[in-house]
């Protein structure tokens, strides 16, 4: 593989080029793990951890533990007892 350059954005970003990003098969909300090795070199290494889950995923999860119910009937259960 030839030498591939990128740059750093003031925000401290840099992307990955394709060719690197389709040889690992990384692919977007992997994580990385970022390894100085000097203070001129880092080793990246792909992290062997799960996947970190969105707050979104975790939503549909926790959908099957309680029945989907429309907002009226919610309500209905809660204002019950008040009269």
């Known amino acids: 593989m030839n030498t591939l ?3 750093v954005t ?6 990955i080029p394709s060719e690197i990003r389709k040889q690992l098969g ?3 909300g ?7 090795v000097s203070d ?3 080793r990246v290494l ?5 996947r970190v889950a969105s707050a979104r995923a975790m939503l549909g999860f926790a959908r099957q533990f309680r029945p989907v119910r429309p907002t009226r ?3 209905a259960d809660l204002r019950e007892g008040e009269e």
């Not at 992997?30 to 100085?36: D, G, I, T």
């Not at 792909?46 to 799960?50: D, L, P, T």
């Open 46 to 50: 792909r992290s062997a951890g799960r």
């Open 40 to 42: 001129r070199e880092c």
């Open 73 to 75: 009937a919610w309500l």
């Open 30 to 36: 992997q994580r990385l793990e970022w390894v100085v």
């Open 5 to 7: 350059i990128t740059t």
């Open 10 to 15: 003031e925000r401290g970003q840099v992307s």
């Open 26 to 28: 990384l692919e977007p």
